[in-house]
């Protein structure tokens, strides 16, 4: 990265960076109180907010979001007439999953190999402290130029909407000009990108019963229908030979037009097995990035260890369904409903509960906050230029972002490249993409400042 001072500036504070995430990561803040203590996630949430009381930051507030957890706010005023850019990060993270698994604890962040390893390394704690390094550059380079908010959430990952539902309560709370959320990332390591599109999302449970209560299954199989059974053909309906997702009347033909993902880079990314078949048809961009993909993320069954030779009488699975742009979130779960009440065999008892749910999101490219984006990228990561892509996952903030502020220009940058593994287990941050993110995120602003000015 060719040397300025703010690029200077925050080479200088790497150091302290890490150690900063290093406290960051140790709190075990998982949104869900049933697998981890809420103390965690209140102490993750007082660390963000003195973070920014040292920082200058005004009218730091936890806020009690409708979910129960708390999102932390903060202030910092700029210069008479400048701007006002929002800056989004979460602070609550997934489950550790298998601690087994991980060559190093999940809530200790460890250094080996060149990038650092810890549960919310890169999604999302690293992202707070991106926006960190970037104020403390600007401050000690002229000033911040801009005002800023930063909002960092509470529950993000459990996709519970208690921000969303707050900043519904309060609209005047996050009006910005500009929003740039930490919580997206760059398609290839090194290769700097902004985010444009996301997939929405939809949890459903779903309960399928059939008997009383289990059966001998020598004495009544064949005949007793199995509740376990049902759910796995009622699953399989979810799908088409070639694995495509098939939901009763939802699109899943769409075409992405822009950035292409290698299907090699793809299997290798995704750890796929060696001669293991991909899903689905259609390049991989429209099957990531512009169509439907059903997910079942668990089922309510005996395990293998322990079971009986029995016909069960319930069961039940947690399905997830990726929502795409152009889609309607509220009418893709009305036909995902329909469609496990058709499907449901053996006229079993089938109850469904949504337990979660977030419309996709597309960001309007041309406007001046990328092109401000643009060269601030250009700076950071010398001879790339910025691409476009798109995101399967869901944040579903933006569109609540969206609508309240339908003036505002929205970006979404961060440390979820491939090698961060996100959401799976040895999670980590390649610190020389917190470094240049920063860097990046920091021109930016001073960019953005001058094209306002003009």
């Known amino acids: 990265m060719s040397q300025n001072p703010i690029a200077e500036t925050i080479a200088s504070l790497m150091p302290r960076a890490k150690q900063e995430l290093s406290e960051l990561v140790a709190f075990q803040s998982v949104a869900d109180w049933a697998q981890f203590p809420k103390s965690e996630s209140e102490g993750a949430a007082g660390w963000v907010a003195d973070a920014l009381r040292a920082e200058g930051f005004q009218?730091?507030?936890?806020?009690?979001?409708?979910?129960?957890?708390?999102?932390?706010?903060?202030?910092?005023?700029?210069?008479?007439?400048?701007?006002?850019?929002?800056?989004?990060?979460?602070?609550?993270?997934?489950?550790?999953?298998?601690?087994?698994?991980?060559?190093?604890?999940?809530?200790?962040?460890?250094?080996?190999?060149?990038?650092?390893?810890?549960?919310?390394?890169?999604?999302?704690?690293?992202?707070?402290?991106?926006?960190?390094?970037?104020?403390?550059?600007?401050?000690?380079?002229?000033?911040?130029?801009?005002?800023v908010k930063v909002i960092v959430e509470g529950s993000e990952e459990q996709g519970t909407g208690g921000l969303q539902?707050?900043?519904?309560?309060?609209?005047?709370?996050?009006?910005?000009?500009?929003?740039?959320?930490?919580?997206?990332?760059?398609?290839?390591?090194?290769?700097?990108?902004?985010?444009?599109?996301?997939r929405g999302m939809t949890l459903i449970k779903v309960k399928i019963d059939t008997l009383g209560g289990n059966l001998h299954s020598g004495m009544f199989g064949g005949v007793a229908p199995d509740a376990l059974a049902a759910l796995i053909r009622l699953l399989d309906s979810l799908r088409a030979a070639d694995g495509s997702t098939t939901v009763d009347g939802l699109a899943s033909d769409a075409v992405w037009e822009g950035l292409q993902y290698p299907e090699a880079d793809f299997r290798a990314d995704a750890r796929v097995l060696d001669g293991v078949e991909l899903i689905g048809e259609g390049t991989i961009a429209d099957r990531l990035w512009a169509r439907p993909a059903v997910t079942v993320l668990g089922i309510d069954c005996p395990p293998v260890v322990g079971a009986t030779p029995s016909v069960h009488a319930s069961a039940g699975a947690l399905i997830s369904l990726r929502v795409p742009p152009g889609v309607d979130t509220a009418e893709a779960i009305k036909l995902l409903e329909a469609h496990l009440v058709a499907h449901t065999p053996w006229q079993a008892h089938l109850e469904l509960e949504v337990v979660g749910q977030g419309q996709p999101f597309q960001a309007d490219t041309s406007s001046p906050a990328y092109a401000s984006m643009a060269a601030a990228m250009q700076v950071a990561y010398p001879g790339q230029e910025m691409q476009v892509s798109g995101m399967g996952g869901s944040i579903?903030?933006?569109?609540?972002?969206?609508?309240?502020?339908?003036?505002?220009?929205?970006?979404?940058?961060?440390?979820?490249?491939?090698?961060?593994?996100?959401?799976?287990?040895?999670?980590s941050v390649s610190p020389q993409e917190l470094e240049r993110l920063s860097v990046a995120e920091a021109l930016f602003l001073v960019n953005y400042a001058e094209s306002k000015r003009g």
Request: glycine share 10%; charged share 15%.
């Open 165 to 198: 539902q707050y900043a519904e309560a309060h609209p005047e709370l996050l009006t910005a000009d500009t929003i740039v959320i930490g919580d997206a990332g760059n398609f290839r390591l090194g290769l700097p990108t902004v985010t444009a599109t996301l």
């Open 59 to 147: 009218n730091v507030s936890l806020l009690d979001t409708p979910d129960g957890t708390q999102s932390v706010y903060g202030f910092l005023p700029g210069p008479e007439g400048a701007p006002t850019v929002l800056l989004y990060a979460h602070y609550d993270v997934q489950p550790p999953l298998d601690d087994a698994t991980w060559i190093s604890p999940a809530f200790e962040l460890t250094e080996r190999d060149g990038r650092w390893y810890g549960r919310g390394a890169a999604d999302c704690k690293g992202g707070f402290i991106m926006h960190l390094l970037a104020l403390r550059a600007l401050k000690a380079n002229g000033g911040v130029p801009v005002s």
């Open 396 to 427: 579903p903030l933006c569109n609540t972002l969206t609508s309240l502020y339908p003036e505002a220009e929205m970006l979404l940058i961060g440390l979820s490249e491939p090698e961060a593994q996100i959401h799976a287990v040895n999670e």
